[in-house]
T-cell receptor, first 113, second 114 residues
Framework: DGGITQSPKYLFRKEGQNVTLSCEQN?????MYWYRQDPGQGLRLIYY???????QKGDIAEGYSVSREKKESFPLTVTSAQKNPTAFYLC????????????FGNGTRLTVT | AQSVSQHNHHVILSEAASLELGCNYS??????LFWYVQYPGQHLQLLLK??????LVKGIKGFEAEFIKSKFSFNLRKPSVQWSDTAEYFC????????????FGAGTTVTVRA
């Protein structure tokens, strides 16, 4: 069953701790994305990767880091430098053809206290 | 830089009413445009998309959107909504020559009352 798996669904951390969100896909898509969703602000792009071992900053990359060592995986680390880390994080993938839409995972809700 | 503006934050209407959600974009070039929908408890999914050709595009569940280049707009419409259309709707844009970077609007929450 092809798809995008984000785990865990809910994550709680103390302020000052780094935390890594998992995103795994078996769609064989080259491109992967991380978005942050906040009420009233929609989805904002954090990082994206068009191919293995390469990634680019999105619009709000500060305080986040990513890696793309495997095609299937694109983990996002929320560092202690991120001032407002509590949010809903969405991972997405995109197929290689020009008109491919984004496919989204079910998201991880991170709460930092 | 590309950006998307959605005019309505929350729309409440009754079943069988007509729906129109505004979307304007900013981008200095040719664009691809999308509407995504997020039903309660579900993941985001594509509703419809425009790449080229007929500016009136039809999507799933009776939705359509019209691309008006002169107005930088891509408004979403549905002639008669159902309770099951209750969801959050997102407009998105990407440049034709940079189609890997998709920018979303803030979203519009649509509540349909039975």
């Amino acid at each position: 069953d092809g798809g995008i798996t984000q785990s865990p669904k809910y994550l709680f951390r103390k302020e000052g701790q780094n935390v890594t969100l998992s995103c795994e896909q078996n769609l064989n898509h080259d491109a992967m994305y991380w978005y942050r969703q906040d009420p009233g602000q929609g989805l904002r792009l954090i990082y994206y990767s068009q191919i293995v071992n390469d990634f680019q900053k999105g619009d709000i990359a500060e305080g986040y880091s990513v890696s793309r060592e495997k095609k299937e995986s694109f983990p996002l680390t929320v560092t202690s430098a991120q001032k407002n880390p509590t949010a809903f994080y969405l991972c997405a993938t995109k197929g290689g053809s020009y008109n491919s839409p984004l496919h989204f995972g079910n998201g991880t809700r991170l709460t930092v206290t | 830089a590309q950006s998307v503006s959605q005019h309505n934050h929350h729309v409440i209407l009754s079943e069988a009413a007509s729906l129109e959600l505004g979307c304007n974009y900013s981008y200095g070039g040719t664009v691809n445009l999308f509407w995504y929908v997020q039903y309660p408890g579900q993941h985001l999914q594509l509703l419809l998309k425009y790449f080229s050709g007929d500016p009136l595009v039809k999507g799933i569940k009776g939705f359509e959107a019209e691309f008006i280049k002169s107005k930088f707009s891509f408004n979403l419409r549905k002639p008669s909504v159902q309770w099951s259309d209750t969801a959050e709707y997102f407009c998105a844009v990407t440049g034709v020559h940079n189609d890997y970077k998709l920018s979303f609007g803030a979203g519009t929450t649509v509540t349909v009352r039975a």
